[in-house]
């Protein structure tokens, strides 16, 4: 495998529009990662996907002394009777001093986090939403990750319908807005790719492709946030 030595540095891909930068200043590694910076543990002993992927498994194994952890880019909670969750990417705070040009931006949507396992919606904690079998036609047979979405300001009507065991026609007020494609080996921006071409080609009836666009700068940021909010949208 590739390693890196005192004082060297490489860039990788991310999900991002600029690269992730991996550095070894004398022994202590680090990556400039979200995963790899929000970690609770000392920085001689953190690691991320894009690390791992670098230097093998068992370089980082043996590097940080441990077994490595799951790392916070992709999470599975655990529910009632230990039921464990998918494992779905996690909101993280903006420390407001980060420079976020070239990150992507996409409106939170205040709807029901759903994850399309190729052939079911699981919630978060790993239970499953009753849609209806027409709602899933002509979704892939690939992992989505996204949101059972009816409109801004209408969460409370989304979870009265999706929780229902009924597979109701009240689904019909009800779009599956997906944002990432996480079975796929593949950056971010191809994952986004594949969505917005698996809309076009098939044009599922209940699946839309969440729309992303590429932060310009802070001032890009503020504006987006304010557009977004003046619709009524969470942020």
């Avoid at 894009?50 to 880019?73: F, K, N, S, T, W």
């Avoid at 396992?117 to 027409?134: C, E, I, M, T």
């Avoid at 009507?157 to 593949?186: K, N, Y």
Wanted: net charge negative; aromatic share 8%; hydrophobic share 35%.
């Amino acid at each position: 495998m590739a390693d890196l030595g005192d004082g060297e540095s490489v860039e990788v891909k991310g999900s991002g529009a600029r690269p992730y930068v991996l550095r070894n200043v004398g022994g202590v590694y680090s990556c400039s990662c979200p995963a790899w910076r929000n970690q609770s543990v000392p920085i001689e002993r953190r690691t991320c996907k894009h690390m791992r992927r670098l230097r093998g498994d068992e370089a980082e194994r043996a590097r940080v002394g441990e077994e490595i952890p799951p790392g916070p880019e992709a999470t599975a909670e655990t529910g009632a009777g230990g039921k464990a969750g998918p494992p779905l990417l996690l909101a993280e705070r903006w420390d407001n001093a980060q420079d976020l040009a070239g990150w992507w931006l996409s409106e939170k949507l205040d709807g029901v986090r759903a994850y399309w396992d190729g052939k079911q919606f699981l919630s978060r904690l790993g239970n499953v939403y009753h849609a209806p079998d027409w709602f899933l036609d002509g979704l892939p047979d690939v992992p989505l990750d996204g949101e059972l979405w009816i409109g801004r300001k209408a969460f409370q009507r989304t979870v009265g319908i999706v929780r229902r065991q009924d597979r109701s026609d009240l689904w019909r007020e009800v779009t599956f807005v997906a944002f990432d494609a996480p079975g796929m080996d593949a950056p971010f921006e191809d994952r986004l790719e594949f969505l917005g071409a698996h809309v076009e080609r098939h044009r599922p009836p209940y699946l839309r492709a969440h729309e992303h666009a590429a932060c310009r700068g802070l001032d890009h940021l503020r504006a987006e946030l304010a557009r977004v909010e003046g619709l009524g949208g969470e942020g």
